[in-house]
């Protein structure tokens, strides 16, 4: 017998959840289902990503639900528009063997007519996110008074997202008498305090330890320099040559950066950020999903309701700023029973940083090396050999051209033949990785060395011999966000966003970095520009930020090179910016085939 009808769950059920392929209940759904199943008491289940939450709830509601009642009874909240999709899909999967059951997904960036006309022709469940949800609410379009069920998914994510308030009005719609189920991968003091007030006594259960990561991955960290981040990340991405992973940055410029990097590196990648549209979204995860993406560049929020099956690794290339969050992130490997891998990248100074997630995930981090460029070429050497040896031969096709290709090789022995066909791929490697430096920093670094470290600071490479600080004339009150400027720059100047540095608006001015090379560029750029009637004036920062010297000259006053740049154009160790992959040249780390 199936372990899922032991569990109660009907055949037609069962029979559809063995066609997608669980055979075996995991350890939150074996617990949880039977709990639920009885429809009598609230519900709080502590369990990490990744191990069947939507099972753990979907199943029992097709159990408990009237299906020849087209009226809303169940709700479920979810952080965001991946995840919406995917349980609602999963409902969908499951109760394909069932009559009469309608399952409409709400969540923002689709048409909210389209959902309003799914819910006007009846529905019993409806999975939604926050604001799109009481945005329907708000046009009186929906009627829960008839809802028995509500499950608050990822709990945790949406009040860390801020939907606390949306989550209030939205449940007071609901009756007093429903049952609340609350599924969170970690439980802080907010989601206990939702616990308290929208439930009586609810059952609880806990899989794992509160907080904990998955025991089913491995965590590592890597001490680089900020300059030489990318250039890191790179050499393990190339080190691990069947990697197939989420990479995870604090913001979407460095995701779209990256992601920008990597592509004209030669690597299979994209980014999915809160920018992307909800078609744009969908089609970097269908290609995420279909593997002919390689590497999803991906922030905190966009990333939330992932469920792609065996993604590898899970790389931090900044850490979070919730240590909560890694948490979360981590959990995208590993999923279903598999193994998988946690990467942080960090600077010294980011040491403590990694001691506290230790505390949180109950499990200690493994310090790693960067693999050396020769390290990297035998291991993809060897995943050339493996991956010849594995290789299906298509006898009939193939057979045709054999007369052909055992004259080409005729001269040749089979060491011979070997040799040349194992050096195509080995060659490569060896060119890009020839004369590669050693990227590992020292995790305990002296404090002139952690200063030189500080990238808000010194420009987002971390030295500012790298970059000219330059001032505008422009700021806030001019309406300017970031993000304005950065475009106003970059189209004044005829530059790439990837060639200026930090950006630090105020008020009535702004100090923005260029790299040294298009400094000049930058300032002719602005010769003859206006903002709203009003000259624009860009000058060498120099005294106006504490600078001094020669760097204080305007562009009017700056004679020659005017003694602009504080350091060497040409440092041997300053390849890499610390996440754009903006080149100057270096030895050793040339651009990928």
Excluded at 196 to 217: A, C, H, Q, R, S
Excluded at 244 to 265: H, M, N, P, W, Y
Excluded at 295 to 318: C, E, P, Q
Excluded at 330 to 352: C, H, M, P, Q, Y
Aim: proline fraction near 3%.
């Amino acid at each position: 017998m199936n372990p899922f009808s032991q569990l109660g769950i009907r055949h037609d059920v069962v029979n559809a959840v063995t066609e997608l392929g669980f055979e075996n209940p995991t350890p939150i759904q074996e617990q949880a289902i039977p709990a639920l199943l009885t429809g009598s008491s609230d519900f709080v289940g502590l369990a990490q990503t990744g191990t069947g939450k939507t099972a753990a709830f979907g199943l029992p509601l097709l159990e408990l639900l009237d299906f020849s009642q087209n009226l809303p009874q169940a709700l479920i909240l979810c952080p965001t528009r991946e995840l919406c999709l995917q349980i609602a899909n999963d409902l969908k999967k499951f109760s394909k063997n069932i009559d009469n059951v309608h399952v409409v997904a709400v969540y923002g960036g689709a048409n909210i007519s389209d959902q309003l006309r799914q819910i006007r022709r009846g529905v019993q469940i409806v999975v939604a996110t926050p604001g799109r949800m009481l945005d329907i609410i708000g046009r009186k379009a929906i009627d829960f008074s008839g809802v028995r069920y509500v499950v608050l998914d990822e709990a945790d994510e949406m009040l860390n997202m801020g939907f606390q308030e949306d989550i209030n009005n939205i449940l007071s719609t609901t009756p007093e008498e429903k049952k609340t189920w609350l599924f969170s991968a970690t439980m802080p003091a907010e989601v206990r305090r939702i616990a308290k007030n929208y439930m009586t006594d609810p059952f609880e259960l806990t899989v794992g330890t509160k907080n904990t990561g998955n025991v089913n991955i491995d965590h590592e960290y890597y001490v680089v320099k900020p300059r030489d981040k990318y250039a890191a990340f790179k050499r393990i991405v190339d080190f691990n040559p069947e990697i197939f992973g989420i990479v995870f940055c604090r913001t979407k410029i460095e995701t779209q950066e990256i992601a920008e990097a990597l592509i004209k590196d030669g690597y299979n990648a994209d980014a999915l950020h809160g920018d992307l549209s909800q078609q744009q979204r969908d089609k970097v995860m269908k290609r995420y999903r279909e593997r002919s993406l390689q590497l999803l560049i991906a922030t905190d929020v966009a990333a939330r309701g992932i469920d792609v099956n065996n993604v590898t690794h899970v790389i931090n290339f900044s850490l979070p700023d919730e240590i909560e969050n890694y948490t979360h992130r981590s959990g995208r490997t590993a999923r279903a029973g598999k193994t998988g891998v946690s990467i942080a990248l960090i600077t010294a100074r980011e040491l403590g940083k990694i001691r506290q997630i230790e505390r949180v995930i109950g499990k200690q981090f493994v310090k790693a090396e960067i693999p050396s460029g020769f390290d990297v070429c035998e291991k993809q050497l060897f995943a050339l050999v493996h991956k010849v040896k594995a290789v299906d031969v298509n006898e009939d096709q193939i057979g045709q051209y054999l007369p052909r290709i055992m004259d080409e090789f005729a001269e040749f022995s089979k060491e011979d033949v070997i040799k040349h066909f194992a050096s195509i791929e080995f060659n490569r490697f060896l060119d890009y990785y020839e004369n590669a430096p050693d990227l590992n920093a020292a995790a305990i670094e002296s404090k002139s060395s952690d200063r030189g470290a500080r990238g808000d600071k010194f420009g987002r490479n971390g030295y500012k011999s790298d970059y000219t600080r330059l001032f505008i004339n422009l700021g806030s009150v001019d309406e300017f966000t970031r993000g304005d400027m950065l475009g106003f720059i970059c189209n004044n100047a005829q530059i790439s966003g990837k060639s200026i540095g930090k950006i630090d608006l105020k008020g009535v001015y702004t100090f923005f970095e260029v790299e040294n090379s298009i400094a000049d560029k930058v300032l002719n750029g602005f010769n003859q520009a206006d903002f709203n009637g009003r000259s624009v004036r860009v000058e060498l920062a120099g005294d106006r930020d504490g600078g001094g010297g020669s760097r204080g000259r305007s562009r009017s006053s700056r004679g020659g090179d005017g003694g602009r740049r504080s350091g060497s154009r040409d440092r041997s160790d300053s390849g890499f910016r610390d996440f754009s992959g903006k080149r100057r040249e270096r030895k050793g780390e040339k651009k990928r085939w």
